[in-house]
């Protein structure tokens, strides 16, 4: 890959739009597809109640309804709807079954799952239930195409609905039922509407993004490869310098330095009570992996650092200290392009210069 291609390349990532896509609570709960189907069945039996404390009243059964009945012969009355999940057929269960003033509506709910179910017994079980009315959905994800699904709701007179259909009806509807809504299940609703739309999707990241990757993804893994290789060179050079500069510092102060993760090299001035330590590792810049060595005092929690500041800040007037989760540094210095004999020279010093200043710490 020329390095005309890599720029090209990067100009045109950089001209795009970058949106952060934020995981919804459903899929942070990260459940298996045919638990969530359990799940989404039980959510829709939730606001598909008119009566339940949603406040959205019926803005689903309506949705639904409008989606099935152009002849608007579909009656119900609020506080007479029925709304069952897992409702037994003949040892086997219907996922949702909805019952209003003159129809029965069966659904089979499908995310991911192949659909082989027992239509023809859940189409008995709608029948005995002697409404005018009786109607079998699938309700899917996805469009279904495979002939032999297609077959079996012919058979048994199940119609196909899409969950994305559905919400663009809960959607459009929504508006006037926002008065009386409760707050806390309109966040819930648009979790769910939003994990099911995540879900239909075959992108994983917004549209723009995600037609640039594909086609440009053999550019982007060759310029992948090409960088591995680049940081594995630098981290090779820092480390080998590092551990030459851990075998001078061991002789010199009498202290067993460490390495750690390949890149920061430190050691204990103080064990505990409080600990007090040396970090330090070396920062690439432009053309150099070794153009600038950065070095710190640590303590590796709070409790730590008030029993020393007050001396740090003796020995080091002027320098600033910085809080990271439950840690505290201080910054030290920072060397630029620095020779080795600097490097233990500096590290030495402040070594001595902490040792003698927290000797008569107890």
């Known amino acids: ?71 608007k012969e579909l009656k119900y009355t609020h506080r007479m709807l029925i709304v069952n999940t897992e409702e037994n057929a003949e040892g086997r269960r219907i996922d949702l079954t909805i019952r209003g003033d003159n129809f029965v509506i069966g659904i089979e709910n499908k995310i991911n799952a192949y659909l082989n179910n027992p239509l023809d017994v859940y189409r008995k079980k709608l029948v005995v239930s002697g409404k005018e009315y009786s109607i079998g959905l699938v309700l899917s994800l996805r469009r279904i195409t495979d002939k032999t699904c297609i077959s079996l709701m012919d058979k048994n007179g199940f119609k196909p609905i899409l969950y994305n259909d559905f919400f663009d009806k809960v959607k459009r509807n929504l508006g006037f039922y926002l008065r009386n809504s409760n707050e806390k299940y309109l966040t819930f609703l648009n979790d769910f509407i939003k994990t099911i739309e995540n879900m239909e999707s075959n992108n994983i990241l917004e549209p723009e993004q995600t037609a640039f990757f594909y ?32 075998d001078e510092l061991d002789k010199q102060t009498n202290v067993k330095w460490w390495i750690y993760e390949g890149w920061d090299l430190g050691c204990d001035v103080r064990i505990k009570n409080p600990r ?22 640590s303590t590796w929690n709070v409790t730590d650092w008030i029993q020393i500041k007050n001396r740090i800040q003796e020995l080091f007037p002027g320098l600033k200290d910085r809080e990271v989760g439950n840690r505290v540094f201080v910054d030290f210095s920072i060397m630029i392009n620095p020779e080795f004999n600097a490097i233990v020279e500096a590290l030495q010093s402040l070594h001595k210069k902490l040792d003698e200043g927290f000797i008569k710490l107890t």
């Open 1 to 71: 890959m020329t390095e005309k291609e890599i720029k090209k390349l990067l100009f045109e990532f950089e001209n795009l739009s970058k949106v952060v896509t934020q995981r919804t609570l459903l899929e942070l709960c990260q459940y298996p597809s045919r638990r969530f189907e359990e799940i989404s069945s039980r959510l829709l039996s939730f606001f598909l109640l008119p009566t339940n404390e949603h406040g959205f009243g019926d803005l689903f059964i309506r949705s639904l309804i409008e989606l099935l009945d152009e002849k």
């Open 276 to 297: 007090i330590g040396i970090e330090s590792f070396y920062r690439k810049t432009k053309g150099n992996p070794l153009g600038e060595f950065v070095i710190y005092i």
């Open 215 to 246: 086609e440009n993804f053999e550019k982007i893994d060759e310029l992948i490869t090409l960088y591995s290789k680049f940081n594995e060179g630098i981290h090779r050079k820092q480390f080998e310098s590092l551990q030459s500069l851990k």
